[in-house]
């Protein structure tokens, strides 16, 4: 009589429980990916839930009269910088040294943007009636690159109280704007004065 192979016995029963075992840790891992799955939607569930209940509600003021909360500024100005950065990327910036042109867009900025914006020995008394409070361009001009300074000016920005000037000024307007408020942050206020001579006379006051 043949004497049975205990060993190839013990072989099969050892493959068919790691066969076994790696089938239950499949089952594991399959179940904890859809447990994770249903935490993901309840979490983004919950998160739909407060910010329809917040924005139904009204208990978020709308009024401009106070600044911001931290949180808020920063999402807002986050977004509006990568937002311009983005979409500025692809214009190609001109020439913006020439006199002619700089002088352009000093008539422009005095007669369109600084009221809000400031100018060298000029008050700014039109920004803080804003929220937010439009910036002081002779401090905040070199953090922009000059193509991005034209989107700004030709395309506005939502919810700043900051126009489009692209309905009614050219693309040439525009850049001789640019060209102009390239010069402030290192601009004195005699120099201003100076350019103010030569503006056209109805502009001068």
């Known amino acids: 009589m043949q004497t049975p192979d205990h060993r190839g016995i013990g ?3 050892r493959k068919r429980g790691k066969r ?4 239950q840790r499949r089952r594991n891992m399959a179940a904890g990916r859809a447990r994770c799955g249903f935490c993901i939607i309840g979490f983004i569930v919950v998160v739909a839930i407060v910010a329809l209940a917040v924005i139904y509600s009204g208990i978020y003021s709308v009024a401009a009269n106070y600044p911001d909360n931290a949180a808020v500024e920063w ?3 986050t977004t509006m910088d990568h937002s311009v950065r983005r979409h500025a990327a692809g ?3 001109p ?3 020439d006199p002619a042109m700089i002088q352009a ?5 005095r007669r369109m943007c600084r009221g809000c914006h400031g ?3 000029v008050e700014n008394k039109g920004g803080p009636v804003f929220n937010p409070e439009p910036p002081e361009l002779t401090e905040e001009t070199a953090e922009w690159k000059p193509n991005e300074l034209f989107w700004i000016t030709k395309n506005g920005v939502r919810m700043s109280g900051m126009p489009a000037w692209s309905p009614s000024h050219s693309d040439e307007d525009i850049w001789a704007i640019v060209a102009f408020t390239r010069k402030l942050p290192t601009m004195t206020a ?7 001579k030569k503006a056209p006379t109805g502009m001068r006051r």
């Open 95 to 97: 020439p913006l040294d």
């Open 20 to 23: 076994a075992l790696v089938s």
């Open 190 to 196: 005699a120099q201003y004065q100076a350019m103010e």
């Open 119 to 121: 100018a060298p020995g």
């Open 11 to 13: 072989t099969k029963a």
């Open 91 to 93: 214009i190609q910036v």
């Open 105 to 109: 867009g000093f008539n422009h900025y």
């Open 75 to 77: 999402l807002l100005s």
